[in-house]
């Protein structure tokens, strides 16, 4: 059985990337590179669903104690 000498050393690896880099890459190139327009979107969008929902919420409420008096 050969033994490895201690004067030789393992060939340096490269760090693996962080999987994070390599999602967005991925998605930002799934998109054309327009990854900032379609995240201004995207928030506008739930910003808007959250705004309805709590329009919807307050209206019922108002309803509900209006019919109660």
């Known amino acids: 059985m050969d ?4 004067s030789v050393q ?3 690896t490269p760090a ?3 999987a994070g880099a390599e999602l967005t890459s991925t998605f930002v190139a799934s998109i054309g590179g327009n990854a900032g ?6 928030g506008l969008l739930v910003a808007s669903g959250g705004g309805a929902l709590w329009l919807k919420r307050r209206y ?9 008096t």
């Open 3 to 6: 033994t490895p000498s201690p």
């Open 37 to 42: 327009l379609g995240a201004v979107g995207g």
């Open 16 to 18: 693996p990337a962080a």
């Open 60 to 68: 019922s409420a108002r309803k509900g104690a209006a019919s109660a």
């Open 10 to 12: 393992p060939a340096p």
